[in-house]
Nanobody, 119 residues
Framework: QVHLVESGGGLVQPGGSLRLSCAAS????????MGWYRQASGKERELVAS???????KYADSVKGRFTISRDNAKNLPYLQMNSLKPEDTAVYLC?????????????WGQGTQVTVSS
């Protein structure tokens, strides 16, 4: 079983930036889409941004214009560039990769990385 590990989280002041990365313990073939979700304390998990194999990206309204999802072309895993961070962006951010081929289907999640936006 392939595992995902996120990195790049931390404590940042409002208006600051962070870049999240996602690494995998092995190769993942036939990726359909990848994305970043977040879960704030006491709230449900929500989609932050996603990108398909054809590079079609979508964003939560709350992060449009501030966050950018991209892919590592070598590893085919997502980055999340977060600018103009706000306290309401504080959450655990999780990497997600969905892959399917024939009868095989993978929906992989990392453990998450904490992002705290506070002065």
């Amino acid at each position: 079983q392939v595992h995902l590990v996120e990195s790049g989280g931390g404590l940042v002041q409002p208006g600051g930036s962070l870049r999240l990365s996602c690494a995998a313990s092995g190769m993942i073939a036939s990726i359909n889409s990848m994305g970043w979700y977040r879960q704030a304390s006491g709230k449900e998990r929500e989609l932050v941004a996603s990108i398909t194999s054809s590079d079609s990206a979508k964003y939560a309204d709350s992060v449009k214009g501030r966050f950018t999802i991209s892919r590592d072309n070598a590893k085919n895993l997502p980055y999340l560039q977060m600018n103009s961070l706000k306290p309401e962006d504080t959450a655990v951010y999780l990497c997600n990769v969905v892959a399917s081929s024939g009868y095989s289907y993978l929906d992989l999640w990392g453990q998450g990385t904490q992002v705290t936006v506070s002065s």
